[in-house]
């Protein structure tokens, strides 16, 4: 099998081995069971219940006395009347639900079968099961097309006459859905409403599509009688996209039906591969183990042994998953993607914006799928509007704000009644960083324009919220560092705190971003000047007391010293405030920090392994990023590949992929640093399509951990900056160029728009 394939050679006993598919809004876990086949489906619009106005309308008045309390130094008291005045009515959000299920029930002359497989192809973006009985081979393929916005599955069998099976719709054993009927001309349909106010309703219709054979429905199923092959499209809506989803459902699968199955599979890989295609990697490693399955590799870690083709496997499938769980025009991907089996999922499925959602995109603009981003962006522009309702009635504060969780209805007031996280404000202010991320690699200067006074309202809060302490300094008050605990000297345990580092560094990214986009714009400059000065008085990250960066404004004991939330190295990973050869002193006590964490257990959740392999690589630690991709694989990753938190979590898969990536190449200090963390174990292997920042696409091939050649394409001109442990030579079009060594190992010259440029080590000339 090839290093986009994942295989096995047993049907999935449970959702964490079956294999996700999914074209952004419509998404499906494929089992591969030969009798009893179950897909379990998703449409990310299904949630539960309808917008709500959930802001506190006691927060207002109440704010300056839990400020009063906080600064006075009456933590408990603070955190009561917080806990009462400072939380959303009602406390939660909307939760995310499954769409329902699709069972086919095979009938087989014979119970007893041979060579079956089952695998998800990653270049095709196609899950395919395959099996003999009796004689005969049969074929099912199941692909989620976005071009034709449907999930279409084929089957075929190597003779006539071979295909008999039942089919019908399920969600939660009937008790969560409304109609499930079955129509003449082929067609299921299953339709209900969410539940709450204002639930959402949802409908979804497949069409059966035989070739030879009898297709007849009885009650709620549909019968399939020894047709030569059978091809089902399905689709489904909401009422949050569509006024009448029953209507466009019906229209749809019409539509779709009349393709053939030939041409809906082309238009659906052509689609998936100008996305899939722009990037490649290749860890060489041991060729013989592409004759085991994907499980059995996976064990193989486990017990102890390396693998950079499953890495190699496990980076590709991060990208899959992106592709597949947020493209334009579905909602971002939550804490599971798309895939949800549960009507009541772990923390709701929701997009929870103290780092998960923020860790789903961290792979978009590296690794060239800066289409994929997009989805999140259009959340933040609807977040926008509601979280201004959020600023102005809990905190009357100008701009707009979000706390920790937002949900489908981009709803902004606090989350849960869980003091550790619930009053912190940072969440809108941290998206706003990724528009600058998407501008940072694209250098699009209209999305800059468009989206610039979103950064500004965002950061705008900060200035109305922030209020001075006794140092003179600006703060955040109340506000905690997610999600963690310090302790008094009394040994009191507290959450809810003035000033955290990562505020701080939050704010500082967000301000110093604005400021770069009125530069560049040429407009607001005086709104610039305001926040440059509130940028100096903010607190600066420091050094405590063990060596460690301080997470808290006075230097706490943690009451968890290994958590899984590491806030305070925002500076480090995704920022990029401490950068080791600039600022060493930091570095070296990000280091201390990262130690202390690990020696107390951190790194336990998938997510958060993830986010330490990134930190890391940031740190140029090779060696130690690569013994937690070992771990990520062995500790925190299921037989599907899906992360584990425990339970499932795509977080874990989207910062792993990252961080591969980072190893690999980093440019978020003004300059693109070749191999910044490559491992011995990586010595030998080529990469092609790999995004830096100032808009440039690279392909580089290493030998014994050094570049062998590579080439780097500028797609807007301009300085390019080059770190390189080797010394390097630049041509172009043959010509060798002239270099400004601005020191030792970094290079910079000035490169024409879409010229392409070529990397040779010193030594070979």
Known sequence: MTRHTLWYEQPAKEWNEALPVGNGSLGGMVFGEILKEKITLNEDTVWYGGKRDRNNPDALTNLPKVRELLFAGKLKEA????????????????????????????????????????????????????????????????????????????????????????????????????????EAGHYLSMSGVTGGKDGIGFHTILKAIPVGGEVYTIGN????????????????????????????????????????????????????????????????????????????????????????GLMNLYFHFGR???????????????????????????????????????????????????????????????????????????????GFVAHHNTDIWADTAPQ?????????????????????????????REFLKKTYETMKEAALFFVDFLVEDDAGQLVTAPSVSPENRYLLPSGESGTLCIGPAMDSQILYALFSNCIRATELLDEDHQFATELKEIRRRLPETVIGKNGQIQEWLKDYEEAEPGHRHISHLFALHPGNQIVPHSTPELAAAAIQTLEGRLAHGGGHTGWSRAWIINMWARLGQAERAYEHMTALLNHSTLPNLFDNHPPFQIDGNFGGTAAVAEMILQSHNGEIHLFPALPSSWATGSVRGIKARGGFELTLQWESGHLSKGEIKSLLGGHCVIRSAIPLIVKCEGKQLVLNEMEQDVYQFESVKNQTYQLVKASEL
């Open 79 to 182: 955190e009561e009347l917080a806990d009462l005045a400072l939380t959303g009515v009602p406390y939660t959000q909307r939760h995310y639900e499954p769409l329902g299920e699709l069972l086919l029930h095979f009938k087989h002359e014979s119970s007893e079968f041979k060579h079956y497989k089952r695998e998800l192809d990653l270049k095709k973006a196609s899950a395919i099961t395959t099996y003999e009985c009796n004689g005969v081979t049969y074929k099912r393929e199941l692909i989620t097309s976005y071009p034709d916005q449907s999930l279409i599955l084929r089957l075929t069998a190597s003779e006539s006459e071979s295909i008999s099976l039942n089919l019908m719709f399920d969600r939660e054993k009937a008790t969560c859905l409304d109609e499930a009927n079955s």
């Open 221 to 308: 199923r549909l019968v399939v009688k020894k047709a030569d092959s059978l091809t089902v499209v399905l689709v489904a809506s909401t009422t949050f996209r569509q006024k009448d989803p029953e209507t466009w459902c019906k229209e749809q699968v019409n539509r779709v039906a009349q393709k053939s199955y030939d041409q809906l599979l082309v238009d659906h890989i052509q689609d998936y591969q100008a996305l899939y295609e722009k990037m490649e990697l290749e860890l060489v490693d041991d060729n013989s183990l592409k004759s085991m399955p994907t499980d059995q590799r996976l064990q193989r870690m486990k017990d102890g042994k390396s693998d950079n």
């Open 320 to 398: 899959y998953l992106l592709i597949s769980s947020s493209r334009p025009g579905s909602l971002p991907a939550n804490l599971q993607g798309i895939w949800n089996a549960e009507m009541l999922p772990p923390w709701d499925s929701k997009f929870t914006i103290n780092i998960n959602t923020q860790m789903n995109y961290w792979p978009a603009e590296i690794c060239n799928l800066s289409e994929c981003h997009l989805p999140l962006f259009d959340l933040i522009e609807r977040m926008r509007v509601t979280g201004r309702e959020t600023a102005q009635s809990m905190y009357g504060c100008r």
């Open 416 to 444: 849960d009644l869980y003091m550790p996280a619930t009053n912190w404000t940072l969440g809108a202010a941290w998206l706003c960083l990724h528009l600058w991320e998407h501008y940072e690699f694209t250098g699009d």
